[in-house]
């Protein structure tokens, strides 16, 4: 499962679709970001108020919910080259053919230079059964 991860620049919304973890303790969303696709973590150097957006749940198992997660992110580039392996066993649940390009890592080494991204959490708001013509219910945090 991907959310839809919101920056905001220059006032302006930009999405991309990432892979999320979740850190050590489970109260902050991680997602990662290689430096070639940096100008997410420009935009959130700027302004640190993110979304993560769960909306399509195909083949994940779980019922058809859209989730909301308002937060605020926080860069880590102190370790480009491993500190992002600490979830490499949740990537690996999540995408197992991981290990293959991982094989490859020498040779798109900039790809593996990897910024990690928390979220806190500061608000979710969830529609039931996906029906985003009600009012979602609203958990501020």
Same mark, same amino acid.
């Given at each position: 499962? #991907?959310?839809?991860?919101?920056? &905001?620049?220059?006032? @302006?919304?930009?999405?991309?679709?990432? =892979?999320? *973890?979740? /850190?050590?303790?489970?109260?902050?969303?991680?997602?990662?970001?290689? #430096?070639?696709?940096?100008?997410? &973590?420009?935009?959130? @150097?700027?302004?640190?108020?993110?979304? =993560?957006? *769960?909306? /399509?749940?195909?083949?994940?198992?779980?019922?058809?919910?859209?989730?909301?997660?308002?937060?605020?992110?926080?860069?880590?580039?102190?370790?480009?080259?491993?500190?992002?392996?600490?979830?490499?066993?949740?990537?690996?649940?999540?995408?197992?053919?991981?290990?293959?390009?991982?094989?490859?890592?020498?040779?798109?080494?900039?790809?593996?230079?990897?910024?990690?991204?928390?979220?806190?959490?500061?608000?979710?708001?969830?529609?039931?059964?996906?029906?985003?013509?009600?009012?979602?219910?609203?958990?501020?945090?």
């Amino acid at each position: 499962m #991907i959310c839809e991860f919101t920056s &905001i620049d220059n006032g @302006k919304p930009v999405t991309f679709p990432l =892979l999320f *973890f979740y /850190n050590d303790d489970g109260h902050r969303f991680v997602v990662t970001s290689s #430096i070639l696709f940096s100008r997410k &973590i420009e935009h959130m @150097k700027k302004n640190p108020k993110v979304s =993560l957006l *769960f909306s /399509n749940p195909e083949g994940s198992g779980v019922e058809k919910h859209v989730v909301l997660v308002q937060g605020v992110a926080k860069c880590d580039d102190s370790d480009l080259d491993h500190g992002w392996e600490r979830y490499l066993p949740m990537w690996r649940k999540k995408e197992p053919y991981i290990d293959g390009f991982l094989a490859a890592r020498e040779q798109f080494a900039w790809f593996w230079k990897r910024i990690v991204v928390e979220v806190e959490p500061k608000k979710i708001l969830a529609w039931k059964n996906g029906d985003t013509a009600k009012p979602a219910e609203a958990i501020n945090l």
